[in-house]
């Protein structure tokens, strides 16, 4: 008789918890649907190729985003073609190289916390360092270093990572063969490591499509039209950035709303992309 | 028959625990010897202190000499990486790279600075012969290595091994992780390169040992009790030890 209260009594606790987990994963559930199809429903009927291949007029009371886009492509590439070197090279220095664990630690416990710091102290950072203190003026390449400096512990840690992945016999059966420590890594250690880069890559990608704080302060927001040299030397919004300041300074919800749409559609690539390319890596480890 | 290796007074220490105590012995050209005695005993670390694999190991402390053809490979003078070339090594478990199986072979020979495709093309395929595997790869040979079998893996990292053309060859338990086919034909594998290479190979069987080698010595708790002809050394032990475990009375 008691057993069977205490059974019913737990039952009914099931019975609940398992209501409201569900309820919770619903909510979320929900909550991103809703998020996506109002940014869409507000930002895709407005989407022109007027808005996306043109430059803002005030002549022809025109708004277009190209230079916008532009920016966000050369500061991409330009922070990728730093960080990318950088980031590895010292993943390779410490899982290869260094010797003293201790160190290696602090180091590595010094990029997790870098990697938690608010964006907007980096971008109050990278003003005072890169375009006062290095006299680079507000330029997309001061905001391309900025987020050079935040995205480093990410590629280095997922570059970390990988690296420890690859089994010690292949660096044994190379070095057995008589190949020195430099051959060793670049024949054997590093291939192991590309899916660490690129998802360090990817995630990087979309940190900086997201990022605002730090650009503004560093990178600036004008719309010109620039080439890669002059665009990197000069002032210019990337698409959050315009976002911002469309929305924000001029009332322009309409544009806003589309930028946000095609940002939301390059997260969503993005995040497939990560997910293709560690399902691909992961098959052709088990091979 | 001249000695290729010899080892003299040679202590080594992970730290602070000694894992070697004076071994001194000495290795015939052309021959195979087998290192045999229980598991921990030391086999492995004294065929890696052979060709300083030991070197990458951190805190690992070494005195007495080893010299190979009469120099010692601890004199700081000595290229490492020219060491391992004359001694090769082949590890416990297979571990071919994760590249078509040409670029396994061909990995030590482009190593050493061969470029010439023709050439690495001949050193491939005599390897392959000489590891007795090329039968059964040669119409595969830009396929992933990994897609091997266990005992053809090992076969592929023996001819590996010999694409650089070492001296010696160093082997840990070769055929521990294979099957008794697989285990049989490198055991006749290692008999036919004796005639070119000097072999050592570590085994826990002693039937194996019986079998292929030339000479064997007997290790325990990191010592070298006892070395010698293997008929001897199997027949008329000269060391009670000895004679333990190789009736199977110990431990
Ligand atoms: N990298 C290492 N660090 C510390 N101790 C080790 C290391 N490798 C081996 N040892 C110790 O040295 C002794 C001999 O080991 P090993 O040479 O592997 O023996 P065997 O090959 O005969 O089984 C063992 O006690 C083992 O625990
Ligand atoms: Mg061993």
Known sequence: ?287 | MSNIMTAENLCLWYGNTQALKSVNIEIPEKSITALIGPSGCGKSTFLKTLNRMNDLIPGVKITGDVSYNGTNIFDPSVDVNELRRDVGMVFQKPNPFPMSIYDNIAYGPRTHGIKNKAKLDDIVEKALRDAAIWDEVKDRLKKNALGLSGGQQQRLCIARALAVKPKVLLMDEPTSALDPISTSRIEELALQLKDEYTIIIVTHNMQQSVRISDNTAFFLLGELVEWGNTERLFSQPNDKRTEDYITGRFG
């Not at chain 1, 987990?21 to 895709?44: D, E, H, P």
């Not at chain 1, 390779?92 to 201790?102: C, D, G, M, Q, R």
């Not at chain 1, 990029?111 to 375009?131: K, R």
């Open chain 1, 1 to 287: 008789m008691l057993t069977q209260k205490i059974s019913k009594k737990r039952r009914a606790y099931i019975t609940v918890m398992r209501t409201l987990m569900l309820i919770s994963a619903l909510a979320t559930a929900a909550l991103v649907l809703f998020l996506v199809i109002y940014v869409f429903a507000k930002g895709l009927p407005n989407i022109t190729w007027e808005l996306l291949s043109t430059k803002p007029s005030y002549l022809q009371n025109r708004i277009g985003i190209l230079p916008d886009i532009l920016n966000t492509v050369y500061i991409v590439l330009a922070t990728l073609l730093i960080v990318i070197p950088l980031g590895v090279g010292a993943a390779i220095y410490l899982t290869e190289y260094a010797s003293n664990k201790k160190v290696v630690g602090i180091i590595e416990y010094a990029a997790e916390t870098l990697s938690g710091i608010p964006s907007i102290i980096y971008g109050l950072v990278g003003m005072l360092f890169f375009c006062q203190f290095l006299n680079m003026k507000t330029s997309l390449l001061a905001g391309a270093l900025t987020l050079v400096i935040m995205n480093l512990p990410t590629v280095m840690r997922t570059t970390q990572e990988s690296l420890k992945t690859v089994p010690q016999s292949y660096r044994e059966g190379a070095f057995g063969l008589g190949a020195g420590k430099w051959r060793v890594i670049r024949t054997v250690v590093l291939p192991g490591c590309v899916d660490g880069v690129i998802t360090g890559c990817i995630l990087s990608v979309g940190r900086i499509l997201g990022e605002s704080a730090a650009l503004l302060f560093t990178a600036g927001f004008a719309h010109a039209l620039n080439g890669v040299i002059e665009g990197l030397t000069s002032p210019g919004a990337t698409l959050t950035v315009a976002l911002y300041v469309y929305a924000k300074e001029q009332g322009e919800f309409g544009v806003s709303f589309s930028i946000a749409a095609i940002l939301m559609i390059l997260t969503i690539l993005i995040n497939l992309s990560a997910t293709l390319v560690s399902r691909y890596f992961n098959k052709r480890r088990k091979l």
